[in-house]
Each structure stands twice: as C-alpha cells, then as structure tokens.
T-cell receptor, first 115, second 110 residues
Framework: GAVVSQHPSWVICKSGTSVKIECRSLDFQATTMFWYRQFPKQSLMLMATSNEGSKATYEQGVEKDKFLINHASLTLSTLTVTSAHPEDSSFYIC???????????FGEGSWLTVV | GQNIDQPTEMTATEGAIVQINCTYQTSGFNGLFWYQQHAGEAPTFLSYNVLDGLEEKGRFSSFLSRSKGYSYLLLKELQMKDSASYLCAVRDWQGQNFVFGPGTRLSVLP
C-alpha cells in the first residue's frame, strides 16, 4: 500500500524557536497534502491543505504566518511552526492524497513539545 | 453543509462482532473511507466504498448505502488490539475535500 513518511516523530524545542516537520509520499505522487493537529482524545483538526506549487489553503482560525507550509514537490510538504509556544505542543499529522482510489494516507505523526 | 455523525464510544467483548455506524450529509459524494487510529498514533487506512454494498477485507467489512447517507464498519472476531478510534471520512463530489467524522472510540474487553 501507499506509504507516507513523517519526520521527526518526536521533537522538543524551546519557546520562541522554530521547528520544521517533513511529510513525504514514498511510493506515489501526491498532488495534495493535508496537515492536522490533534489533542489527546480529540478528533483530527484540519489546519491546512497544500497543493504542489501553490500556496496552502488554511482553515479558519489557523495563523498562516505561524504555521508555514511549503509543498515544493509532488512528494514533499513541510510544516514549520514559527516562534513556538507551549500551547503549540500537540500531535501533528500529515496526510497525502493519491495512490489507488485517490485515497488519503497518513504519515506517522509528530509529537511536538515546546518547553 | 458538511456533517458526519458517529457514536462517540462503543464497548464490545473479545471474540464478538461489533458494528460502527456512520451517517453523512455532504455536498456531493465521491467515496467513503474508514480509518483506524490507535491512541498516540496516526490513522491507518482500512477500507474504501464508492458503490453501494459490502466490501470485505478479512475480519473487517464496510457497507455503504448512498441513498441513505449511511455506512457501517463491521469488525468480526474482535481482538484486544482492535481497541482504537475508528474514523469515517467522506470525499465530496468534486473530490476536492475529505470530511472526517469525529471518530468512534472502541474498547474491547476480555
């Protein structure tokens, strides 16, 4: 089946710094990638949708200057959390759309802790 | 508007069968997906229905009725490792958007 790799799995950073999370589709081309965050025992919350070569579309309430998304190629999207604060600590998940049936496949997720 | 409903929580016994329902009201329809998510992990793809009927994959089956806006995921011979959240997602008519349901947290008891 289609594979989406997300890196890093765990990251701890200091308040005020920036951290980048990568999402790669390993065996298919993903025209669209999605970024979510999820708090414990809560549903996925879509943050933004990114299409290769164009600007990401952010959901209402998500700060585009804080959560920078770059989708430079058909296999790579990155999420950069800028000037991180403790309240940004969360589980961030990417997904990529493509493969058989034009399905969404998820990356492994990244746990971000801001101290 | 877009709306997907699932029961919040369900409990079942090891070895039993459980059915998780999903109802949807979306702007068009172009496929329904089921995902499994264990605590602290990302969702994994389980099944995909675009036509009415039952799709079977081992212990898991998924059913779709487009006229009723209804799907269910059927899990047979439950195992402890099946304790997880199950997410229903609908792709809209133009295939541009996926809308996820809130998820159903299933607990399998010995």
């Amino acid at each position: 089946g289609a594979v989406v790799s997300q890196h890093p799995s765990w990251v701890i950073c200091k308040s005020g710094t920036s951290v980048k999370i990568e999402c790669r589709s390993l065996d298919f081309q993903a025209t669209t990638m999605f970024w979510y965050r999820q708090f414990p025992k809560q549903s996925l919350m879509l943050m933004a949708t990114s299409n290769e070569g164009s600007k990401a579309t952010y959901e209402q309430g998500v700060e585009k200057d804080k959560f920078l998304i770059n989708h430079a190629s058909l296999t790579l999207s990155t999420l950069t959390v800028t000037s991180a604060h403790p309240e940004d600590s969360s589980f961030y998940i990417c997904s990529a759309r493509g493969g058989e049936g034009d399905t969404i496949y998820f990356g492994e997720g990244s746990w971000l802790t801001v101290v | 508007g877009q709306n997907i409903d699932q029961p919040t929580e369900m409990t079942a016994t090891e070895g039993a069968i459980v059915q998780i329902n999903c109802t949807y009201q979306t702007s068009g329809f172009n496929g329904l997906f089921w995902y499994q998510q264990h605590a602290g992990e990302a969702p994994t793809f389980l099944s995909y229905n675009v036509l009415d009927g039952l799709e079977e994959k081992g212990r898991f089956s998924s059913f779709l009725s487009r006229s009723k806006g209804y799907s269910y995921l059927l899990l047979k011979e439950l195992q402890m490792k099946d304790s997880a959240s199950y997410l229903c997602a609908v792709r809209d008519w133009q295939g541009q958007n996926f809308v996820f349901g809130p998820g159903t947290r299933l607990s399998v008891l010995p």
